[in-house]
């Protein structure tokens, strides 16, 4: 979302005195700092930040987040506390959550150049050695993002065949109900991880081994 696009948001919600709950669970892994948008709790009055350890930290396991905003009784009028809560947060995960969140600035630093050099890699088989076959959403944040596969079946057969050499693609009926001819070929990638190149490797082998079939069928 861009700035103008939030400060639109906020200013309808402050209009029609609505509260926002935003989850900002991939804030800090801006491709480029001069994107990154303040979070709402800072901004607006009833808005209500949500993070987690697990994504610009990389922390799942720790099982950790917060809410943030500006006046707490919001959260308890929203949040069914025994649902949400816990009686007791894991001792182990808060020494490690305040372990990491005291490196913060390092793991950043890394996960950022992982995803930069994942994402030009990613841009490179895309956009320039199997432009033929796929088109990329180029994301400007975050460590995942959409792809259109241009070839002769939709994103659901490809998954099918991938996972038979163990690639595994989110398919487009894991982000909506109605998968029409438009969303069909669409499927979800993450580069955020170092073994990533590694994956396109295999997928290029993939479809070299295919791409002479798709020819005839396309
Ligand atoms: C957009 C978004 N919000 C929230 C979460 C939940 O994060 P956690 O597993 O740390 O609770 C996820 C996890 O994938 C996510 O993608």
Not at 194 to 211: C, Q, R, S, T
């Amino acid at each position: 979302m861009t700035a103008d696009l939030q400060q639109q948001v906020i200013d309808v919600c402050r209009e029609h005195d609505i509260i926002i709950l935003c989850d900002e669970v991939y804030r800090l892994l801006e491709h480029d700092d001069d994107v990154r948008l303040p979070p709402i709790a800072n901004v607006y009055e009833k808005g209500i930040s949500c993070v987690t350890m697990s994504k610009p930290w990389g922390g799942c396991g720790i099982t950790i987040g917060w809410l943030a905003c500006q006046d707490m009784s919001m959260i308890q009028q929203l949040i069914d506390v025994q649902y949400f809560g816990c009686a007791c947060v894991s001792r182990a995960s808060e020494i490690q959550g305040r372990m990491v969140l005291q490196v913060s600035e390092t793991i950043l630093k890394e996960r950022r150049e992982i995803i930069l050099q994942n994402k030009a890699l990613l841009q490179d088989f895309i956009e320039n050695k199997y432009k033929e076959w796929f088109e990329l959403n180029r994301p400007n944040a975050g460590a995942i993002c959409f792809v259109k596969f241009k070839g002769p079946c939709t994103s659901e057969q490809l998954g099918k065949l991938l996972a038979d050499v163990s690639i595994s693609i989110k398919l487009a009926y894991c982000f909506t109900d109605e998968i029409s001819l438009e969303v069909e070929n669409y499927f979800r990638v993450g580069f955020g991880e170092k073994k990533m190149p590694l994956a396109l490797d295999a997928l290029g082998k993939f479809i070299d081994n295919h791409e002479e079939q798709w020819r005839k069928c396309s």
